[in-house]
């Protein structure tokens, strides 16, 4: 029997700003779809004095939210609410285009392997696994029990490499390291941004193609994403799955902080 879950969610991206900022142009992409895994309802987003918004979706057919604000501000928000409806399925079919297939099984710079990941590649012995389902799970797992949880420790654009050498960082660098891993065994995989039950930031964690389904891997949490997680974007690695970019007139520095509340409210 399938259990279905109705997951709420809120997603909040507060920015303030050290002074008034004009003619502010930005690119958003939060906005969760339906998959084989979940159906999204109720799906609402709200941008503070913003009154129109150009969508486009890129080659991996997320969605992309362009808008520009001309008046003086020196706060902006975002607000995205809904429900998934999850559990549907444990997996998601591959239907994209010949193309994107090898694209996710390239390396790029932020998933490139130096000395450290090579050697930590090698230190699997990946190659006693039978198939590439078993090799991710081993990958998983190693990742979890080597790999420690520190907020602080990289930035937005550390790559999987460094972070590997530090021993420490957050989702977003668990996921590159699997990642990187993955494709050093020709495994097509991408990162994926979402949310998962509970209260606190966008999540972040690694899907792997076996046998033609993408199946997802948290080694965040050592965890087979199921029906707690919602899937928001994919991409090669985090640079594609970016939530928010843009530019302003304006000598201001800004400070921002996302919020992510999830509430199962199955009956």
Known sequence: MI???????CY???????????????S???SPHDTNRQRIENLNIEIADCPKLNITRDNFKNKRYYGLIDKPHNKFSI?????ALTGLDIYEEYTSEPVEYSLLKVQTSLTLPGLKLREYHNGMELDKLENDYEKALHIMHTIYYTFKYASGATVVHSSAEEALR??????????????????????????VVGMMLGEGASH?????LCNGYWYGFDPTNNKLVNDEYIRVSAGRDSSDC?????????LANQRQKEIVSVE???N
């Open 3 to 9: 259990f279905i879950r109705n997951l709420k969610f």
């Open 12 to 26: 909040t991206l507060n920015a303030e700003y050290s002074g008034d900022i004009t003619h502010h142009n930005f």
């Open 28 to 30: 958003f992409m939060f």
């Open 79 to 83: 607000k995205v609410t809904g429900n």
């Open 166 to 191: 530090l021993g420490m960082g957050v989702c977003q660098d668990y996921a590159h390291i699997m990642l990187s891993v993955l494709r050093m065994e020709n495994i097509p995989c991408r990162y």
């Open 204 to 208: 972040a964690w690694a899907e792997v």
């Open 242 to 250: 970016s939530v928010i970019r843009g530019n302003f007139y304006g």
């Open 264 to 266: 199962d409210i199955s």
